[in-house]
């Protein structure tokens, strides 16, 4: 981590970046609305992260899903039966065209989450929420980190009627280097 002498406090001059954990929103900016529970059924939405200035390194993805109801491994959150198109993850570096990563896996239910991320959590809380808490470890899933440029995007892409769910958020973590 970048610390300064003392280990105490962040030097933001130090050449090894800044820790970051930038949530995926409609404007790409890190800003706005961070919880993504609308119904985007009938046309493809997306939400990104697009660096305006310097470099970041994505370490890992951060997934949260928040319902009212049980979840079961066939559902995505409570949604039963999962969903129709499912939650695609894409990198599209500047002037290229867009990949999807992990496998291609569309993320359609709750087992999806289990099988590919490296930690995932299940939370009960009073009055019967529940949140799925995943994180992909990218890393360990591609054996480096996910390198972001000035105009490059990490997209997450949704195109299911969401809106039976409390809380549905994407965030990621990494570094920036000036």
């Given at each position: 981590m970048p610390w300064d002498n003392d280990s105490t406090h962040l030097n933001p001059t130090d050449p090894r970046g800044l820790p970051v954990n930038i949530f995926l929103t409609s404007s790409g900016d890190g800003?706005?609305?961070?919880?993504?529970?609308?119904?985007?059924?009938?046309?493809?939405?997306?939400?990104?992260?697009?660096?305006?200035?310097?470099?970041?390194?994505?370490?890992?993805?951060?997934?949260?899903?928040?319902?009212?109801?049980?979840?079961?491994?066939?559902?995505?959150?409570?949604?039963?039966?999962?969903?129709?198109?499912?939650?695609?993850?894409?990198?599209?570096?500047?002037?290229?065209?867009?990949?999807?990563?992990?496998?291609?896996?569309?993320?359609?239910?709750?087992?999806?989450?289990?099988?590919?991320?490296?930690?995932?959590?299940?939370?009960?809380?009073?009055?019967?929420a529940q949140t799925l808490a995943s994180e992909i470890d990218l890393i360990k899933t591609f054996g480096t980190p996910l390198v972001l440029n000035k105009g490059d995007r990490f997209i997450v892409r949704l195109n299911d009627d969401l809106t039976g769910l409390i809380s549905h958020i994407f965030a990621f973590g990494g570094e920036r280097f000036n």
């Open positions: 800003l706005g609305t961070k919880n993504l529970n609308g119904n985007y059924s009938s046309a493809p939405t997306d939400f990104y992260f697009e660096p305006s200035r310097g470099r970041y390194e994505v370490y890992s993805l951060l997934i949260a899903i928040s319902d009212a109801a049980s979840f079961s491994q066939g559902d995505y959150g409570a949604i039963a039966g999962g969903l129709t198109n499912g939650v695609k993850f894409f990198i599209k570096n500047f002037g290229q065209a867009e990949v999807q990563i992990m496998a291609g896996v569309n993320f359609k239910s709750n087992y999806n989450f289990l099988s590919i991320a490296h930690d995932t959590t299940l939370s009960s809380f009073a009055g019967g």
